[in-house]
C-alpha cells in the first residue's frame, strides 16, 4: 500500500508516496517510485506523467558527524522538523478536513506498488551528489497504515530527498485534488496534504464561482507576453478565508525544495493564480466568449489581450506589445 502526499512547485501539482510495507519492515521511509504512482492514478482514471520532486525531509540524524552543516537542525522559534510530516495543523480551517488516522483501505483493493530506490545507509549525512543518505523518518500516516508507532529520535534534522513524483498539468490538477483529497484510490491512502490542498481547489472554485477574478498581464524575461485571470480577494472575508487557508498549511507541503523557500504565502498564492485562471478560462470558453472576437484585427493592443484572456492559448499576440504595459 502506498500513502498519497501532494506537492505544488513551479511545474504544477505533483503526487509522491510512502510504501507503507517499506516503512513496516524498515521503519523508514522508502519512497514508491513516478511509474507506481502514475500506474495507480491511472487505474482511476487519471492521466500523469511520471517527475521528480526535491524534498526537505526529517530524518534521524547519524550518530557521527552531528555538527555537519549539511542540516538543518531544530534551534531557536523553529517548529521540529519532524513535524514535516505531521498531520497536526493549528489553524481556523476545519481539522476534519485534513484528514484522520482512522482512515484505512480494503485490503481486498491493496495492490503491489513498486519501491523507489533503496535509501542510502546512514552512515554518511549526504550522498555525492547531494541528497540524503541518513534515515528518512516514515510520516505518521505511513507508519499508520504499516501498523507501527512512529517514535521520534533523540535528534532530527531536515534532509535533502530526490522522489519520484506524479505530475499533472493545472486543468488536471484541478480535477484531480477534488477527486483524490476525498478517496486517494486503490492500494493508497491519502496523506493530509492531499486534503489540504483539496480545500485550496474548493477555495479557487468559490472564487470562480462568485466571479472574484480579474484580468492580468505579464512579461516575460524576453519580452513575451501573456494574459491570465487572477483571483481577487480583497474583500474582507475572502481575504480572512485566504489567510485561513495559508495559516493551515501542512509543513509537509512546504517541504519542495524549489523557488518558493517553503513560503506557505507563495505555495498558495501561485496555487491560486494558476486555479483561477485555469477554471476562469474554462468556464469563458465553455461560454463561447471568444467569438466575439472572429474576424477582427489581432495585431489591435486590446483584441490581443482579450484573446489571451478568453481562449486557450495566454499569448498576446498584438503587434505593438509595448502599449499594454
Not at 495507480?40 to 521528480?52: C, K
Not at 505531521?86 to 476545519?94: A, C, E, H, L
Not at 498581464?217 to 495559508?246: K, N
Not at 513560503?263 to 483561477?276: E, H, K, N
Request: proline share 6%.
Amino acid at each position: 500500500m502506498m500513502v498519497l502526499h501532494a506537492a505544488w512547485d513551479r511545474a504544477g501539482l505533483k503526487l509522491w508516496a510512502e510504501h507503507a510495507v517499506g516503512a513496516a519492515e524498515r521503519r523508514e521511509s522508502v519512497f514508491c517510485s513516478a511509474e507506481s504512482i502514475v500506474a495507480m492514478l491511472d487505474r482511476v482514471g487519471i492521466a500523469a506523467e511520471p517527475s521528480l520532486l526535491r524534498l526537505k525531509l526529517p530524518a534521524a540524524a547519524p550518530a557521527e558527524n552531528s555538527g555537519d552543516a549539511d542540516h538543518d537542525e531544530s534551534s531557536g522559534d523553529e517548529p521540529p522538523q519532524a513535524d514535516l510530516l505531521d498531520p497536526g495543523v493549528d489553524s481556523d480551517v476545519d481539522p476534519d478536513a485534513h484528514g484522520s488516522d482512522e482512515q484505512s483501505s480494503d485490503p481486498a483493493e491493496h495492490m503491489d506498488v513498486e519501491p523507489g530506490p533503496e535509501p542510502a545507509a546512514a552512515q554518511d549525512d549526504t550522498a555525492a551528489d547531494g541528497m540524503s543518505a541518513v534515515q528518512v523518518l516514515p510520516s505518521p500516516r505511513a507508519a499508520h497504515a504499516a501498523g507501527r508507532v512512529l517514535q521520534t529520535p533523540e535528534r532530527v534534522v531536515l534532509a535533502e530527498q530526490e522522489v519520484g513524483a506524479a505530475f499533472l498539468a493545472n486543468a488536471a490538477a484541478a480535477e484531480a485534488l477534488d477527486r483524490l483529497s476525498e478517496a486517494a484510490g486503490p492500494g493508497a491512502e491519502a496523506g493530509v496534504s492531499l486534503a489540504y490542498m483539496g480545500q485550496l481547489v474548493r477555495f479557487a472554485y468559490k472564487v470562480v464561482a462568485q466571479q472574484r477574478f480579474v484580468p492580468g498581464l505579464w512579461q516575460d524575461s524576453d519580452g513575451s507576453l501573456t494574459a491570465g485571470w487572477q483571483p481577487w480577494l480583497a474583500d474582507e472575508h475572502t481575504s480572512e478565508e485566504a489567510a485561513a487557508l495559508i495559516a493551515a498549511m501542512p509543513p509537509v507541503v512546504r517541504a519542495v525544495s524549489d523557488a518558493f523557500d517553503h513560503d506557505p504565502a507563495a505555495i498558495v498564492g501561485d496555487l491560486l493564480s494558476r486555479m483561477t485562471d485555469t477554471l476562469a478560462r474554462r468556464a469563458l470558453i465553455d461560454d463561447e466568449l471568444s467569438e466575439v472576437l472572429e474576424d477582427r484585427d489581432e495585431s489591435d493592443l486590446n483584441v490581443g489581450w482579450l484573446i489571451g484572456l478568453l481562449g486557450e492559448s495566454r499569448d498576446v499576440t498584438a503587434s505593438d506589445r509595448r502599449s499594454l504595459i
